[in-house]
């Protein structure tokens, strides 16, 4: 299958994937859809030949777990850039460590840049989230662009990092990008990078 459509932002890819799935009698659930597009970015190719691997795999009518993904993929459900955003938004140390030190130690399927990349978007979400005055669920899902499933995660986020925390860590994140990039690092290892970023962001 050839794809001849105009290239389409990270917060519609998972929609795509709903969308491409449904039609193939398939269901799939917002955490897996958010791991495929994390995992494989914007390119609707390589994700729909995942989905067909998935769909040889499992039968119609099944609903795509990130256990089928972990199991067929290769992603891992419990340390991926996902789970840690989900454990900094809940404050959640020892999680955000563990998962911190699981990139270190697998850098090649967890490239830094990435993960910095990730929760500088995260935090600009945030951020957003902060300065909207109506703050129902649908409008936030709409101004940040996100499924309504996961708005209950960047309420808890808010509550956890205020305003000023939130533009501090967008600093840091900053910081921690060009570091990564050579420029007043003192050849620093990226895991090391990685886990200064995360205490900074959670202090």
Excluded at 21 to 41: N, R
Excluded at 174 to 193: F, Q, Y
């Amino acid at each position: 299958m050839i794809f001849e459509s105009k290239r389409l932002y990270d917060n519609q890819v998972s929609d795509w994937i709903q969308k491409t799935l449904k039609s193939s009698g398939y269901g799939i659930s917002p955490k897996a859809s958010q791991m495929l597009v994390e995992f494989l970015g914007t390119d609707l190719s390589k994700i729909d030949n995942e989905l067909q691997k998935l769909q040889l795999i499992a039968p119609k009518g099944t609903n795509i777990t990130p256990e089928l993904i972990e199991e067929n993929i290769g992603i891992s459900k419990d340390f991926n850039n996902f789970e840690l955003r989900k454990a900094i938004g809940m404050r959640d140390t020892v999680k955000a460590h563990r998962i911190i030190n699981y990139f270190a130690q697998n850098t090649k399927d967890n490239p830094m840049v990435v993960t910095v990349s990730l929760l500088f978007g995260y935090f600009s979400q945030i951020l957003q989230y902060h300065g909207t005055a109506d703050k129902s669920k649908g409008n936030i899902a709409k101004v940040l662009k996100v499924n309504p499933y996961f708005v209950a995660d960047y309420v808890l986020a808010a509550r956890n990092y205020p305003m000023k925390k939130v533009s501090q860590i967008i600093a840091y994140l900053r910081e921690t990008d060009v570091k990564s990039k050579g420029v007043g690092a003192t050849n620093m290892p990226s895991g090391d990078l990685l886990k200064e970023l995360v205490v900074k962001i959670m202090n």
